[in-house]
């Protein structure tokens, strides 16, 4: 019943830049984290970064190896997140999944392929 619909991946040279986006519709609560998480061949999926509606109870988060390049975004009335990715290296290329987490939900959408040539 909920939808997750993302957008943005491709190819991109090193250094470049990419901004994915993801749409989640459906009966959504309106405490929730989003954010996005990556799966590159023979690797476990791993966080990105995430974004709470508010930070009462939670916090953004990044995973160390992108701090400093990636910047996470939401519009919470669309429940919309988004993912500016700039100085972008090799080690960047995976499947990158929308996830959404409310009450004990989790939800994935389907992947966008990022990947980062030489």
């Not at 993302?6 to 901004?19: F, K």
């Not at 791993?46 to 974004?51: D, F, G, K, P, R």
């Not at 910047?71 to 990158?96: C, F, G, W």
């Amino acid at each position: 019943q909920v939808q997750l619909v993302e957008s943005g991946g491709g190819l991109v040279q090193a250094g470049g830049s990419l901004n994915l986006s993801c749409s989640a519709s459906g009966r959504i609560f309106s405490i929730n984290i989003m954010g996005w998480y990556r799966q590159a061949p023979g690797q476990l999926r791993e966080l990105v970064a995430t974004m709470p509606t508010d930070f009462g109870l939670h916090k953004t988060i990044y995973a160390d190896s992108v701090k400093g390049r990636f910047t996470i975004s939401r519009n919470n009335s669309t429940n919309t997140v988004h993912l500016q990715m700039n100085n972008l290296k090799p080690e960047d290329t995976a499947v990158y999944y929308c996830n959404l987490q409310f009450l004990n939900f989790n939800l994935w959408g389907q992947g966008t392929q990022v990947t980062v040539s030489s």
